[in-house]
């Protein structure tokens, strides 16, 4: 029996993650406002024992000027994640061990209130919060925020690393025993054991100290999405966990070897940083059951959709007269600061000569993010391979439809990874850190109580 467990994250997109789910019978179509739906969706995933449950966001909507494309995609109206867990967090009766993990980006917000928003939750779920770090990569969100244009991804990667010091800072701003809280002496707090930053620096200037007191965990789970270089130095140096997108066990393999390897410059212990690789499962008892879900799901592409996955790649080409049964006419090369998910999918288009239809096909699962179609023990199988030989610590599972497809995870997968000893029977602890294993940091402003300098 291994004494290693996994750790797994359910991904929750609304509907689900293939690019048609809203059309299946098995999806709820207005998930995105429906708080019944995360509610079903978060009391699954924690009777699956299930680390936590995670919500993506960008504070825009994606139109690349193909209105037919855009008028038959299901993902345009949505919930803001903090609100939305922070409102499962004070519903005790929902869930109790399930840890909380939204998404909130360096570039688009204000890390006071960032810190206070996470610390709030971190308190509301009684220590089961998690902040995905992003930088937002789509360079149509800058007009909500009186931008003129998108920084560059330099800037933003330079921006982030600063935002991350200026929230823990300021999530420390009370040592852990600053309240007292005596009505016999009548002393609330001690005024010695409260710090204000005061940070200035290139982006930010920042005075602290934050009114709310330090959250359970210390700070909330510090989680961080991207392959890129900048995107794994900014990992290395702060996330606790990283999602990542990879469809081979050498490619895995190579990243999690380069991401575990950059961490002691900053030092860090390898175990500190926990590598969640995204699977997209489609589950059938039998193989042909599964191929032939696959199958219906993909016939509920609908053209113009599937051609609106491949934009981002040519940007400003006019899709609509490829021949979807031949390969793309060109391939261009990903051009300068594009995301890592760019050379991916167009190293892939080059090397297998895919048609444009296969293409599309291939990113409608999970936006190139690695699907598995199979039994519970296929999928299972191919877990335990990555998980025992040096590609990943555990999975950010993306249920291809929702609700349908997280029940069948949990009620045919889970069980066959418990019985090979792979993944746990019962939650271990209290809080997110401590089910993932992960250390609660030490207040920066305290060392064994004592003010540092």
């Known amino acids: 029996m291994s004494q290693r467990k996994l750790r797994l994250g359910a991904f929750i997109m609304a509907t689900g993650h293939h690019v048609a789910a809203w059309r299946h ?3 709820q179509v207005d998930s995105g406002v429906n708080i019944d739906h995360y509610i079903e969706v978060a009391r699954t995933a924690e009777r699956g024992l299930f680390d936590q449950v995670f919500v993506a966001d960008t504070p825009g909507v994606g139109f690349h000027g193909d209105e037919e494309a855009f008028s038959r995609q299901g993902r345009v109206s949505y919930f803001e994640p903090v609100t939305l867990w922070a409102a499962l967090s004070a519903l005790s009766a929902v869930t109790r061990h399930i840890g909380f993990v939204a998404t909130a980006s360096t570039t688009y917000e204000d890390p006071f209130l960032l810190a206070r928003k996470f610390a709030s939750l971190d308190h509301l779920s009684k220590g089961r919060a998690a902040w995905n770090v992003v ?5 149509n969100v800058h007009g909500n925020f009186g931008l003129d244009r998108h920084p560059d991804p330099a800037s ?3 921006q982030a690393h600063e935002f991350i010091d200026v929230v823990k800072g300021l999530w420390d701003s009370f040592e852990d025993d600053a309240f007292q809280r005596d009505p016999v002496s009548g002393k609330y707090f001690d005024p010695a054991k409260l710090h204000a930053i005061n940070h200035s620096g290139k982006y930010f200037k920042v005075a602290g100290p934050l009114n709310l007191e330090r959250p359970p965990q210390g700070y909330p789970v510090i989680v961080q999405a991207g392959s890129s270089e900048p995107g794994r130095e900014l990992a290395a140096a702060s996330a606790e966990a990283i999602f990542t997108a990879w469809t081979s066990l050498a490619e895995a393999q190579a990243f999690y070897r380069d991401v575990k390897g950059r961490l002691a410059r900053y030092g860090r212990r390898p175990e500190q940083l926990l590598v969640l690789p995204g699977i997209s499962p489609v589950i059938g008892r039998t193989q042909e059951e599964a191929e032939a879900k696959w199958a219906k799901l993909q016939g509920l592409i609908h053209p113009s959709v599937g ?6 790649f040519w940007p400003g080409e006019d899709l609509s007269s490829w021949d979807l049964d031949a390969p793309p006419p060109y391939i261009p090369e990903p051009p300068p ?4 998910r760019a050379h991916v999918v167009l190293e892939l288009a080059r090397r297998d000569r895919l048609t ?5 096909e291939y990113l409608a699962g999970a936006r190139g993010h690695w699907v598995v179609v199979g039994t519970p023990q296929t999928i299972a199988d191919r877990m335990q391979e990555w998980f025992e030989n040096g590609a990943a610590d555990g999975f950010n599972v993306m249920p291809p439809v929702l609700p349908e497809s997280l029940v069948e995870f949990v009620d045919l997968v889970i069980p066959e990874l418990q019985r090979r000893g792979l993944f746990r029977t019962a ?3 209290r809080t997110l850190r401590e089910n993932l294993g992960l250390e609660r940091p ?3 402003f305290s060392v064994k109580g004592r003010k540092v300098a």
Not at 356 to 360: D, F, M, T
């Open 25 to 27: 019978p098995g999806s």
């Open 135 to 139: 930088t937002t990569s789509a360079d």
């Open 156 to 158: 933003r990667y330079e």
């Open 307 to 312: 051609l609106n996955t491949l934009h981002t």
């Open 337 to 340: 600061g594009r995301n890592s």
């Open 356 to 360: 444009v239809r296969q293409l599309y």
């Open 427 to 429: 939650y271990e602890g």
């Open 442 to 444: 030490v207040n920066q």
